[in-house]
């Protein structure tokens, strides 16, 4: 995620690009939307991520544009370098008309008049330029490390996430709430789970399991495999589409007898918060956009992608409102079916339900951490040189681990975790930095390309007052957000 330049890794179709982009962005956060959907109301809800989704469709599209801009400036770059070398091996001038020629030269002489033919291709998207990479050629020092910062407190609240929603499934299933009574219970964290034990104290065993189990990792290299990852996906699609189908079977039958709320602006913060976690795939776009074979049509592939994750989460979420009493949606919509043999009376796939979330996300745990970890690494490093052992593969590791563990055992309210790292860190990584970075990509670019070199992936929001309305956008959604937690925290 913050690294330089790597292989693109086995090309794909474009197919297969939309499929994976899909993946990516529906994760946890569709979890959460249901409950976010029923506090701030039908309408509102569904006019919010409307918009945020095509805010997020908007910034994508600036990030590939930034990434067309990057693959061309090193192409230049490694351009000039060859002219050098061919000039050093076969100049007849002298070193000193040699040194004189070389400081001028690449400052004046766009790329298109080194060599015309086959401009198109300057262009192409072949390299895998990181976000990290990116920053690091259009920003100053100051823009490259508040990227880095804000991409670790991005990470920070991705595995605090991860971590609570873990221990919560465990706890559900684990405390036997499964009588067919239990759906229209509401359960408070003093509540008795074994005996003595209560439902909270449950919690912070299972987390304290799942750290000691998942931590480790942190310590050293994790990567996704191939069928891990196609596995991981069946059993969420498998869930996802049992869940749709059991709502639409209650809400048909006339049984739910549910009026969710239009209007609440009260819910309206942790509804961006959790609209901007759930579009975000803008730190992936390298790994995800680079392997296809064919880009030609990679406009119209993120274009579909978004219409149909934005399709299914309102699906998602207007089957749940509509299907379950607002006040007694959970967190993790998942345990909404664990409970409630109206809507599901087959034990073995309400025990699948509740616990499909703890192996995606625990497949996942490690990856990010050690996304983080690498990061950490990426903000301090000084060129040559290197970290004493000790703070390598503990301090780091450390700072990884410890904070998000920490959140999770001070709270377990996973709609307010998305919530807050969405409308925070999640406004940076998805409106901020990728503004900045078309912006300053089309500055660096132009003096070296020319004004007549057209970037064959440029945003179909070309004109700079997009950048600027995300920009202002973004600062009014902090601002709000902001505002909205002071007074709120106030009230209490």
């Not at 070398?85 to 790329?111: A, L, V």
């Not at 934005?310 to 409102?321: D, E, R």
Request: proline share 5%; hydrophobic share 45%; aromatic share 14%.
């Amino acid at each position: 995620m913050a690294g330089g330049i790597t292989d693109t890794g086995e090309p794909y179709s474009a197919f297969v690009g939309l499929v994976y982009m899909f993946n990516l962005i529906v994760g946890t956060g569709a979890l959460t939307m249901p409950k976010a959907f029923a506090t701030a109301g039908w309408v509102v809800s569904l006019a919010l991520i409307s918009f945020l989704g095509f805010m997020s469709y908007m910034t994508t599209t600036f990030v590939i544009e930034a990434m067309a801009a990057a693959n061309a400036q090193l192409r230049w770059k490694r351009r000039e370098q060859e002219e050098v070398i061919d000039s050093d091996s076969s100049s007849e001038y002298s070193d000193d008309d040699i040194m004189g020629r070389g400081r001028s030269e690449p400052e004046t002489k766009p790329i298109l008049s080194v060599q015309r033919s086959g401009a198109g291709d300057h262009f192409d998207i072949l390299e895998r330029v990181e976000m990290g990479q990116m920053a690091s050629m259009f920003f100053n020092k100051v823009g490259v490390n508040m990227f880095y910062i804000c991409i670790i407190v991005y990470l920070y609240g991705d595995l605090a996430i991860y971590a609570a929603a873990v221990p919560i499934s465990l706890m559900e299933v684990a405390c036997g709430n499964h009588s067919c009574s239990a759906g229209s219970v509401k359960y408070n964290d003093t509540d008795p789970c074994w005996g003595p034990v209560t439902r909270k104290d449950a919690y912070r065993v299972f987390l304290s399991v799942f750290t000691l189990l998942l931590g480790p990792f942190t310590f050293f290299n994790a990567q996704k495999t191939k069928y891990l990852q196609i596995l991981t996906s069946l059993m969420r699609w498998i869930a996802f589409t049992m869940m749709i189908i059991l709502a639409l079977i209650r809400i048909s039958k006339g049984t739910s007898e549910i009026h969710p709320p239009v209007a609440s602006l009260s819910g309206v913060p942790n509804l961006f918060g959790v609209c901007v976690y759930s579009f975000m795939c803008q730190h992936s776009l390298p790994s995800l956009v680079t392997p296809i074979s064919d880009k030609k049509r990679v406009g119209t592939l993120v274009l579909a992608d978004y219409v149909l994750i934005l399709g299914f989460y309102v699906l998602l979420s207007f089957t749940a409102i509509f299907c379950f009493d607002s006040s007694l949606l959970h967190d993790m919509y998942t345990l909404n079916f664990t409970d409630n043999c109206s809507v599901l009376d087959i034990p073995v796939l309400r025990y699948f339900l509740g616990l499909f979330p703890v192996f995606t996300i625990s497949t996942n745990f490690p990856i990010i951490a050690v996304t983080l970890r690498n990061n950490w690494k990426t903000l301090f490093h000084r060129d040559g040189g290197t970290y004493p052992w000790v703070v390598d593969r503990v301090v780091f590791p450390l700072i990884t681990l410890v904070p998000p563990v920490v959140v999770a055992f001070c709270t377990h309210n996973l709609e307010s975790l998305v919530g807050i790292t969405g409308s925070y860190a999640g406004t940076g990584i998805q409106y901020i930095v990728p503004a900045f970075l078309v912006l300053y990509a089309r500055r660096h670019l132009e003096p070296v390309m020319g004004r007549d070199a057209v970037n064959k992936h440029q945003s179909p929001f070309r004109h700079t007052f997009w950048v600027w309305f995300v920009l202002l956008w973004a600062t009014f959604c902090l601002m709000f957000v902001t505002a909205n937690i002071i007074l709120t925290d106030t009230k209490k």
